[in-house]
Each structure stands twice: as C-alpha cells, then as structure tokens.
C-alpha cells in the first residue's frame, strides 16, 4: 500500500484558488487510485473526489464539482487537487488517501474502500 503525504495547505481568501498536493510513496502497479477528503472541525469526514492512476478517471463529491479539479503525474507519483472559488465552508483539513480498488461508482466515496492515509492539511478560507 502507499504511504500518502500532502502538503500545500494554508490560509486563502473566500473566492480565491489553491493547489493541494499528495505524493504516493511506495506506489506499485498494484495502486489503484487515490481519494481526497476533507473533515471539518465537528464534522464528519466526506469525500471530495478521487481518481484512478491509470486511464485518470475523476469522480468529485457535488459540493465541489465545477470548482475542484484533481489530476495525477504518474511518473512523479503525485496526484493533484485545485481547488478554485473557495467558500469558507471548504474550511477543513484535507487527507488524500490510497485504495488498492477495484473502485466503481459510489465505492469511490467510502472511507473504507482506502487502505492508507495521509497526515492531513489544513486548508482556512476566510470571508
């Protein structure tokens, strides 16, 4: 399995746009896809969206679809999360997390479907 770490978290403005990065170290071709989530402070944690490594099929949570965009680098291992048009209510730490799949449909959005995470960073949008 992989060992996900992200960074690239920090403070933006409400309307502005930010870059979250996440490198899969240890990825084989065994490695499916990876997710990205997001939990807010008393919240429960929720999917944000995810993509496969090979083909880069997307899926996104519909509170970010049209103002997120998650891409990958397979040569560097890295997957990639723009966000845009950010709302205080993205406010959250973000985790990006590995899934050896197979993945279809809805199982892109469990929790359980992923078998290592990251540390998380925190992403603050202010008003």
């Known amino acids: 399995q992989v060992q996900p770490v992200e960074s690239g978290g920090g403070l933006v403005q409400a309307g502005g746009s930010l870059r979250l990065s996440c490198v899969a170290f240890?990825?084989?071709?065994?490695?499916?896809?990876m997710g990205w989530f997001r939990q807010a402070p008393g919240k429960e944690r929720e999917f944000v969206g995810a993509?496969?490594?090979?083909?880069?099929?997307?899926y996104y949570a519909d509170s970010v679809k049209g103002r997120f965009t998650i891409s990958r680098d397979n040569a560097k291992n890295t997957v990639y999360l723009q966000m845009s048009s950010l709302k205080p209510e993205d406010t959250a730490v973000y985790y990006c997390?590995?899934?050896?799949?197979?993945?279809?449909?809805?199982?892109?959005?469990?929790?359980?479907?992923?078998?290592?995470w990251g540390q998380g960073t925190q992403v603050t949008v202010s008003s």
């Open positions: 997390a590995g899934s050896q799949g197979p993945l279809s449909g809805s199982r892109w959005a469990s929790g359980s479907e992923y078998d290592s």
């Open positions: 240890g990825r084989t071709f065994s490695s499916y896809g």
């Open positions: 993509i496969r490594w090979s083909g880069g099929s997307t």
